[in-house]
């Protein structure tokens, strides 16, 4: 035998750990939080020469700035909550949906359709359910229908639900073709300008909070199905194991398009919140990106609705001060998109110290002794 | 070289966040010797074999190879230390052949020459009294075949030292006592053996030494030849355990489950049983033996409504009125709402019994969870039902709240156990419920299974250690190849005779025979 060289034990060794008091890793969170928070100082105070204080500062006057900016933080939270709620059932169940982008933009289409046809001929009182309804059914169908073809013939529903998406922008592209206007402008245009018909009421005179009082609704209705419903408990079994389900008599098939029906039906409704309560016009990119962002919120939060709140802040807080610097500071939209980056890369990383401890060379040793 | 140990541990610790799996374990072979690894399921025994083969690297402590101090840091390292390991499961391609299976991973400067190699092979098998044949395909082979091809592969990498973790698991007596003579004949060639087990005569009849850990501690090594079971038992528990279990007589007994001609296939259209019939009568234990991937968890998932029956009955009498009902083609909720109280303790537990990830009462729940007219949960009932358990069977957990992936095996069997006679079943199906348990959680399922008996239930119990089902049961079944070979009153059958049965449809085709 060759006489081997001095042999030292491995640099680092991972192990899992066990469970963790919930401070500690709150404590790892936070402190991802302020690595992220140093390394995009730098970042910037390398590129711009600038005080990255300054930065932050500029970031938070962003936010917060204005009662006008407050309204948009609360509106733009608002609606990424909604779409991040709608994709948490399916995503607890292990349903890969990333089809929220196309499920709301139907539904949008769906309540601008409602807008253009029965607008100023139907009362208000009756118009505003039937786009509700006309945006939840639209949402519904987009989600079910991946779903059937998963629970009968066991497709693949990451490819689906994605193809879906692209269904739903080639029929606002052809239907924006139709309701043009002014002609060969390729826009819809505002909507029912004059008469305001089937927009969402301003109460309280701020025009968003209709749109917020509702999302708060959806919120704590989701916690509640989720956590307290006989339905909710179904899609968390057959997201664990979808042998238990089968062992207790669960119908797998039916669960999968029940819940893909209520997560469809969602973005609907975060469709009519965008067309009717929001922009009031459509154009194919009115979500805007919003149905993937979703799924990041949604598994941050780990599928909890209340802390889905919380993610869904940094989330937007990052993107509306990312804005402000970038235009403040005379920088390109993607320096905001560089750093927006950063701050997710320490964030979801983070979650790698909860769940795994990393041992160095020698350290345990004088630990014991 | 023979005054110098093979291999020598000296103080091995290695722990996994607050849990030790090791403390100060000291071992020692020598070339020519037998050592038997004894401990009871989670004392740490594959922890440190993972040690000396190089999937962990161990936290303090010293390994030593002839003499000389090694650090082994990676299966490689194990590997040119001459270290080789047969694992429980086995690692091998299906769709190569021994030989193929055999040299692939090495890397030979040479070309890949598989008939050198099969050459290589067939004298290491007359060697050592190995049946086997180099060409035969993987997929085609019996698992006793499979571990030869195991063994074989680190022999032919040249080890010394062999560890064997939990090697008759999956075979029959017969086979067992083929394998035993030929780890004999390595012994007698000079190299070290070491092997896991928690099999009390096995350990008698062929080590030398026996090491016994418990909890991760190191309790003593003992010369095979100066002890004796009782002894070893108490080594391994801490305390002194009495191994019998009670078998009370048949009682007031009728026909609680006919099953007739069962015939399925499955997923890839193999068929997986072909005209088994049986019944299974109130107060009785009815088990189930078998090589594994006999056939034994289809019937009993077919029996819950989970599998797909292609021909054949499966009916239930129920006690009260005497009525026959047919469970063939309903769901597992169809058979529930026909009022058939059938409980099931599956073989997965984690997989399908149980849900990991949720607390005790929410597993609690599972079955009952429908209850109520409200579209919300009601969880006073199963949190209670949850209490309830961890007090009578003693489960060991922070609270009831804890997710059940966190307990150990036995205490995951109890809660799984435990729901499952709550609902106070007239038949009950068990799959390997003892597996992986320490001796004392096995015992409280023999005495929760034996109570279960006498309350007039219809036990099923699909078992692998065949000393249990012959103490336990009262008639035996014996499936082999998905056909059943006899059923035998467990008082008067011999364990050789079984052996015999569970192989039966592999020798020739017997003519079938039914009788008892």
Known sequence: ?369 | MTNTPAIELKNITKTFGSVVANKNVSLCVNHGEILSVLGENGSGKTTLMNMISGIYFPDEGHIFINGEEVVIRSPKDAFNNKIGMIHQHFKLVDVFSAAQNIILGLDEEKKFDVKSASAKVSEIAARYGFNIDPDKKVYEMSVSEKQTVEIIKVLYRGADILILDEPTAVLTPQETKKLFAILRKMRDDGKAIIIITHKLHEVLSLSDNVAVLRKGEYIGTVKTAETNEAELTEMMVGKKVSLNIERTEVENTCDRLVVKDLHCINREGVNVLSNVSFTARSGEILGIAGIAGSGQRELLEAIAGLQHVENGNITYIDPKTGEEENLKDKTPLQIRDMGVRLSFVPEDRLGMGLVGNMDIVDNMMLRSYRKGKTAFLQRKEPKSLADEIIERLEVVTPSANTPVRRLSGGNVQKVLVGREIASSPTVLMAAYPVRGLDINSSYTIYNLLNEQKKKGVAVIFVGEDLDVLLELCDRIMVLSGGKVSDIADARTITKEEIGLLMTKSQQEEVPENEEN
């Open chain 1, 1 to 369: 035998m060759k006489k081997t060289e001095k042999l030292h034990e491995p640099v680092f060794q991972i192990a899992k750990r066990g469970s963790m008091v919930w401070y500690k890793s709150w404590a790892i969170r936070a402190v991802a939080i302020l690595f992220a928070l140093i390394i995009c100082a730098l970042f910037i105070t390398f590129i711009t020469k600038t005080n990255p204080l300054k930065v932050y500062a500029s970031m938070i006057e962003g936010t917060f700035g204005s009662s006008r900016k407050i309204w948009n933080t609360l509106q733009n939270m608002a609606l990424l909550l909604c779409i991040s709620l709608a994709v948490t059932p399916a995503f607890k169940m292990k349903f890969w949906n990333i089809g929220a982008e196309g499920q709301t933009l139907i539904g949008g289409l769906a309540s601008a359709a409602c807008m253009i046809y029965f607008g100023n001929k139907v009362p208000e009182y009756m118009l505003l359910p039937m786009i509700l309804i006309a945006a939840i059914v639209a949402g519904m169908v987009w989600g079910v229908v991946p779903a059937i073809f998963k629970a009968k013939f066991n497709t693949n529903e990451t490819l689906f639900t994605l193809m879906m998406n692209y269904v739903a922008m080639q029929l606002v592209s052809f239907c924006i073709v139709f309701w043009e206007n002014p002609k060969d402008s390729n826009t819809v245009g505002v909507i029912n300008r004059g008469t305001h018909s089937g927009w969402l009421p301003e109460i309280f005179g701020q025009k968003y909070l209709l749109n917020i009082i509702i999302v708060i609704a959806i919120t704590v209705i989701m916690y509640i199905y989720l956590k307290y419903s006989k339905q909710g408990y179904e899609i968390s079994v057959v997201g664990e194991s979808e042998n238990t389900a089968r062992y207790i008599g669960i119908n797998v098939k039916r669960v999968i398009i029940r819940t893909m029906a209520i997560s469809g039906a969602l973005c609907g409704v975060a469709g009519m919140l965008l067309v009717s309560g929001t922009d009031h016009t459509i154009n194919t990119d009115l979500v805007g990106g919003m149905g993937f962002t979703a799924i990041m919120v949604s598994w941050l939060a780990k599928f909890n609705p209340v802390f889905m709140t919380l993610t869904t802040f940094l989330i937007v807080f990052l993107e509306r001060g990312a804005g402000e610097i970038a235009t403040k500071m005379n920088l390109n939209e993607s320096v905001s998109d560089i750093l927006t980056g950063i701050i997710l890369f320490f964030i979801i990383g983070s979650e790698f110290f909860v769940q795994y401890k990393v041992n160095f060379r020698g350290k345990h040793k004088e630990e014991v002794k």
